[in-house]
């Protein structure tokens, strides 16, 4: 079966084709400027990439161009578009609804629709896009793979916050927790790595991208995570401030005489890594500016790790011990100085680090001794992967 898998954001779109027997790419790339004036890059696996500048006024024209993309006879992976199976859609938000995926059916849809409101930069945007490719592929079965359903199985202590309860009952007010597709597959894959029993096994997973979230996995199950209501709460990210003392808002708020869109503002785009430094969101330019010597490059990379650690720590705690912890995504599969410095905090845990092959990038590594009270690994995630599986579960 060939499966195109879809994640769409607001101007931009990412693909892949991926055939499901051999779980090869078959192709893959990204639409960029939608509503601007539009740019293609498409790749068939073995090739060099294209880019076409063109105009894509909306969703439905730049996934036009990608299914094009894919049948020209000179480039594409496929001769024609019924050799497209199934589509597989990343949804961000699945609120309380959805603790699975979910085969699109117009009632579906009308559920993913009511979360619009708890991700309104998110949902709206996938939406769109499942619309444009159900216009276009109107036979081809659609699948939504929700970023929140892994979280749903946290234990209500672990996601009630401490507000009026009628948040919760009135506004859906609670922690639901993002990333859950790479957290879910990169839990069972380092279950399967290092031979361990994932139905007896205590894992936490450690998703350091721009974005960065934790999770406590017991029993295949997750049982605590990071982010919260939204994709703001807990790690210090590239440019999002993660946890802080909520009254700094309105401290804040009366300094720089900002409302409450400027604060939100500040806290998702100029704070984390890059706020702190002043020099990028990005850890290979601040493993550059730490290595000259850069103070504030140093803080921020510190604060990045210490935060890491600190919810290690609270995660073990969660689940009464922890068997394995897993890195991935862009920092936590290439950055071997941040894995390291995060390390270097739990040796009480019996952690040690075979520093040689902690210099490991982007590839599936223990990076623990033999010794090691815990077993630490890499392992890379693939979500696109993930979701393509999800897809043809559900379609097969
Ligand atoms: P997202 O998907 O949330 O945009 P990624 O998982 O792609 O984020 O991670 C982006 C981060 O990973 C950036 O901070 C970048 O510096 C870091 N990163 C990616 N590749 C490398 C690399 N080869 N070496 C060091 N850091 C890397």
């Known amino acids: 079966m060939n499966v195109l898998v879809i994640n769409c954001g607001s101007s931009s779109l990412k693909y892949q084709l ?23 890059v498409y790749q068939k696996i073995g090739m060099d990439k294209e880019i076409t500048e063109s105009a894509m006024p909306t969703h439905k024209e730049a996934i036009q161009m990608v299914l094009d993309a894919l049948v020209n006879p000179k480039s594409g992976a496929i001769e024609s578009l019924s050799e497209i199976d199934a589509v597989g859609h990343r949804v961000v938000h699945g609120a309380e609804k959805f603790a699975a995926s979910f085969v699109l059916t117009e009632e579906v849809l ?27 592929m109107p036979n081809v079965p659609m699948v939504g793979v929700f970023d929140t359903a892994f979280h749903q199985t946290m234990p209500r202590k672990a996601y009630l916050y401490g507000l009026p309860y009628e948040y919760y009952e009135k506004y859906q007010v609670r922690r639901y927790g993002f ?23 205590k894992i936490i997973v450690a998703h350091l991208g721009n974005g960065a979230s934790i999770s406590a996995v017991l029993n295949g199950s997750c049982v605590d995570t990071s982010m919260g209501l939204t994709p703001l709460e ?19 708020a009366k300094k720089e005489n900002l409302d409450i869109e400027g604060i939100m503002n500040v806290l998702n785009k100029k704070s984390g890594v890059e706020g702190i430094s002043g020099v990028s969101s990005d850890f290979r330019d601040l493993e550059a500016a730490y290595n000259e010597g850069n103070e504030r490059a140093k803080d921020a990379c510190e604060v990045f ?16 011990g922890v068997d394995a912890i897993a890195f991935t995504a862009g920092i936590g599969e290439n950055t071997s100085f941040i894995r390291s410095m995060i390390l270097a905090y739990l040796g009480y ?46 379609v097969k």
Do not use: W
């Open 110 to 136: 009308a559920q993913v629709e009511e979360c619009n409101d708890l991700a309104p930069l998110h949902n709206p945007a996938n939406l769109i896009g499942i619309r444009a490719c159900q216009e276009l």
């Open 179 to 201: 990333h859950g597709t790479s957290h879910s597959f990169v839990s069972k894959r380092c279950a399967e790595f290092l031979n361990m029993d994932l139905n007896n096994s």
């Open 234 to 252: 807990g790690l210090v990210m590239g440019t999002r401030s993660g946890d802080i003392d909520p009254a700094i808002m309105e401290y804040i």
């Open 305 to 320: 790790a210490y935060r890491v650690a600190k919810y290690i720590g609270a995660y073990a705690a969660a689940m009464n």
């Open 18 to 40: 991926i055939n499901s027997d051999s779980e090869a790419v078959l192709a893959k790339g990204l639409c960029e400027r939608i509503g601007l004036d539009g740019r293609l």
């Open 349 to 394: 845990l019996g952690i040690a680090v075979d520093e040689e092959a902690n210099q490991v990038r982007g590839e599936e590594r223990v990076i623990s001794t033999q010794d090691s009270g815990v077993k630490v690994c890499v392992i890379p995630t693939n979500e696109e992967l993930a979701i393509c599986r999800e897809t043809v579960a559900l």
